[in-house]
């Protein structure tokens, strides 16, 4: 079973701060996916990214694929409360199956 | 409607006895998927179907759990003599993909979280 390993587990940061999360594996990806999940409701998909070294930006996020493809990170700048929620990195091993990591719960202070 | 849909959106039962949890995937939709996120825990895949063919249960964690999508469409998770540990959301996710190795995005429902007493 592959472990993808987020960290930190929890952030509380101020509205306007920078911040980076992570995620790690013994194992390689053929892809990875960020989620984003909001209490009540389902992960909605942020991005995937494929090539390792990949960065992809979202507005105020960066995303970042290990060249190995086993790590990813995700940058917010300038958090704003609507970035709270929890943040789920999935990998995909070349099968249709998603694994999922415990997610790191953001939480943005006005 | 445009996402997937599932219901109940809760559920309280009592241990023993058995339940059934329901999703409407996006029309159109090859893939289904099945995940039950525990708290705190990121969700964790339980089976995929490829329109009405179950190709995967490898994650369905016991004998009580069964799930079915006899028309292509619809899916019906059923777990029978429940108990406190089978406590979780389960979430629903389809998918356009007809095959492995493709990137398309799973679109996931917002769950049915079921309480076990």
């Known amino acids: 079973t592959q472990l993808l390993e987020q960290s930190p587990q929890f952030l509380s940061i101020q509205e306007g701060e920078n911040l980076t999360v992570y995620c790690n594996s013994s194992s390689v990806f053929s892809s990875l996916q960020w989620y984003r999940q909001e209490p009540g409701e389902g992960p909605v998909l942020l991005v995937t990214?494929?090539?390792?070294?990949e960065v992809k930006k979202l507005k105020r996020l960066t995303f970042q694929f290990g060249d190995a493809r086993k790590d990813s990170s995700l940058h917010i700048t300038a958090a704003q409360p609507g970035d709270t929620g929890l943040y789920l990195c999935a990998g995909r091993t070349g099968s249709y199956q998603l694994t999922f990591g415990k997610g790191t719960k953001l939480s943005v202070i006005p | 409607g445009a996402g997937v849909s599932q219901s109940p959106r809760y559920k309280v039962a009592k241990r023993g006895q058995d339940v059934a949890l329901r999703c409407d995937p996006i029309s159109g939709h090859v893939s289904l998927f099945w995940y039950q996120q525990a708290l705190g825990q990121g969700p964790e895949f339980l089976t995929y179907f490829q329109n009405e063919a179950q190709l995967d249960k490898s994650g369905l964690p016991s004998d009580r759990f069964f799930a079915e999508r006899p028309e292509g469409s619809v899916s019906t998770l059923k777990i029978q003599r429940t108990q406190q540990e089978d406590s979780a959301v389960y979430l629903c996710a389809s998918s356009l993909a007809s095959g492995p190795r493709t990137n398309q995005p799973q679109h996931f429902g917002d769950g049915t979280r079921l309480s076990i007493l």
């Open positions: 990214v494929v090539t390792g070294g």
